[in-house]
């Protein structure tokens, strides 16, 4: 029988799952609340372009958005900390990051071992976080940005450059690729956190292992009218245009082309019609583990993570749980970052911070709780789906972890997913931008 390692120290195994219970928000999930929320919100780019109003904040010349074929090294604003600074004492480390997206039993950990406390405060989607940073008013430590918006936080001023001496882990333990990152060369600014693709989530009862893998156009089983009323997809633009031009065959997600968008958006259209589509933030983690679902459009973090909300721990509830990536790998594959604010009070710890967080033990315990698989040389990506070779690594654990089901194969995350098969999604320019979204708020508009 599949065990899942809680990593609840002394506390049962039932209370390990009580606690995943209830959680309201996916972790990274770019939020539009309703059909007019995107347009209320203003955008990202508009954002980060009202920084030039704050004096703290203005931008430096020279901003480039950062691609895959055209990798960025950004602008050294201000100067990393001093060498050989000790931790700040009697400090409460401020965290912002997405919510239940960091296990507290790994940060208590951390806090023992420095002699300080923490306070973790979350934010619902990037431009909740940062116009609450450009505020001033948050005193933050540590911040989980993503990628793509990680130039504009730069040219900002919002981040401050990193002193790697306090960071040996990156060169240690993290794969190579975040030495030298397309969107942060040099990684002056940013350390990795966790690696996902977006595939789908799905119903084994319903839809067996083989019918999925098999399928010609495994994205078209979403449109399949058989599931109506059991069909989701994020309430994401750039994830859910992105799948929908995939099941188009247009591999290009972040094309900037008006036929290539229109083709997505029909599809999209036709998906409300087809199967009566649901629009959510939380149904592949939290809903299809219930029965809710049988085809749902997922990162695979959140699917992994959906042991903790099926209805009773029992084998058969969470071997019902399916994840689909394409056999070729060719699908959306990212990674989350962590990173320094450039108002942080105790710096050094931050940093500290950091370099514990990229700690095998640390980073794996990490992943046993949050369902989002961290970028360590040490997992192999073959012993993640049974309970041999990684737990020998570790000492003085309660029992064998295995961190994703063995029968979910395709949700592990292999470091040429980013490098060489997967598609990188990246900043779109502003009138690129204003098409996606158009093209969503349409579909939103009749679903």
């Keep these: 029988m599949w065990q899942r390692h809680p990593r609840e120290g002394s506390k049962d195994l039932r209370e390990g799952l009580e606690r995943r219970l209830g959680r309201p928000l996916s972790r990274r ?22 920084c030039g109003k704050n004096p703290r904040a203005q931008t430096t010349p020279g901003f480039q958005v950062a691609t895959p074929d055209h990798p960025v090294k950004l602008p050294l604003v201000g100067q990393p900390i001093a060498d050989g600074l000790q931790p700040e004492s009697g400090a409460t480390l401020q965290i912002y990051n997405w919510d239940q997206y960091l296990w507290k039993h ?84 940013s350390v990795p956190y966790t690696v996902y693709t977006t595939g789908i989530a799905y119903r084994r009862d319903y839809i067996h292992d083989d019918q999925i893998f098999g399928a010609d156009n495994p994205r078209a089983m979403l449109w399949d009218p058989q599931y109506s009323g059991k069909v989701g997809v994020y309430d994401s633009y750039r994830d859910t245009i992105g799948f929908a031009l995939q099941k188009e ?15 997505a958006k029909a599809a999209l259209l036709e998906l409300i019609s087809a199967v009566n589509v649901r629009v959510e933030i939380n149904g592949a983690y939290a809903k299809l583990p219930k029965g809710e679902y049988v085809l749902h459009e997922s990162w695979s973090g959140d699917i992994v993570a959906g042991w903790g909300y099926v209805p009773k721990y029992v084998e058969a ?20 970052l962590i990173a320094v604010p450039s108002n942080a009070e105790h710096p050094v710890l931050a940093h500290l911070f950091l370099n514990f967080m990229l700690d095998f033990k640390n980073a794996m315990d990490n992943f046993s709780w949050v369902g989002y698989q961290p970028p360590q040389k040490q997992a192999d990506v073959n012993a993640l789906t049974t309970t041999e070779g990684l737990y020998s690594k570790i000492s ?19 470091e040429s ?17 204003t098409l996606w979204q158009n093209a969503w708020q349409e579909f939103k508009a009749g679903a």
């Design 317 to 336: 509830d969470y071997e019902a749980l399916g994840y689909w990536f394409p056999d070729d790998r060719i699908g959306p594959a990212d990674n989350d």
């Design 29 to 50: 999930e770019f939020l539009r609340a309703s059909a007019g929320a995107a347009v209320a919100m203003p955008t990202m780019s508009a954002i980060l372009a009202a």
């Design 106 to 189: 790994v940060v208590q950990e951390f806090c023992d071992q420095y002699k300080c406390d923490f306070k973790i405060t979350t934010f619902n989607n990037m431009e909740e976080a940062v116009t609450k940073m450009q505020t001033g008013e948050l005193k933050l430590d540590v911040f989980f940005p993503t990628y793509d918006v990680l130039g504009k936080l730069v040219d900002g001023k919002f981040l401050q450059p990193l002193n790697h001496s306090y960071i040996p882990n990156l060169e240690a333990n993290a794969w190579d690729m975040f030495k030298n990152p397309f969107y942060d060369q040099g990684w002056q600014y």
């Design 396 to 414: 003085n654990w309660a029992a064998p972890a295995m961190y994703v089901p063995p029968w979910m194969p395709a949700a592990v995350v292999r």
């Design 417 to 433: 997913d980013l490098t060489t098969t997967g598609l990188r999604v990246h900043e779109l320019s502003p009138a690129g931008d």
């Design 249 to 263: 065959g247009i591999n290009d997600v972040n094309t900037e082309k008006s036929a290539d968008i229109d083709k």
